[in-house]
């Protein structure tokens, strides 16, 4: 199972940038769908953005399409979220997540499919 790090975030204005990282230590992370969720709060959690394992494929919510982009270098075991022209909406504690084996050719966005979880960090955008 992977253990995942998660560093990055912290406090922007609205339209700013920031970029996430989430890096596995045991390696194993390139076998794996990833994705990066959102928790508000009084909210539940929710997908943001996701890439499959066996073909790269990327999907996003509706509320960061355009903004967001979620890559992943397997080499360095390593998963981002870039994320642009910020919005106080988009204010929540963000946490990256590997899926179980058997999502390798899809991205779930129900966070019940995700077996390993980052710490979240905190992302805050002031208007």
């Known amino acids: 199972q992977v253990q995942l790090v998660q560093s990055g975030g912290g406090l922007v204005q609205a339209g700013a940038s920031l970029r996430l990282s989430c890096v596995d230590s045991?390696?194993?992370?390139?076998?794996?769908?990833v994705g990066w969720f959102r928790q508000a709060p009084g909210k539940e959690r929710e997908f943001a953005a996701g890439?499959?394992?066996?073909?790269?494929?990327?999907i996003y919510a509706d509320s960061v399409k355009g903004r967001f982009t979620i890559s992943r270098d397997n080499t360095k075991n390593t998963i981002y979220l870039q994320m642009n022209s910020l919005k106080p909406e988009d204010t929540a504690v963000y946490y990256c997540?590997?899926?179980?084996?058997?999502?390798?050719?899809?991205?779930?966005?129900?966070?019940?499919?995700?077996?390993?979880w980052g710490q979240g960090t905190q992302v805050t955008v002031s208007s």
């Open positions: 997540a590997a899926a179980a084996a058997r999502y390798y050719s899809i991205v779930p966005v129900t966070p019940v499919a995700y077996n390993s």
């Open positions: 890439i499959s394992q066996i073909d790269g494929e990327t």
């Open positions: 045991t390696r194993a992370l390139s076998k794996h769908t």
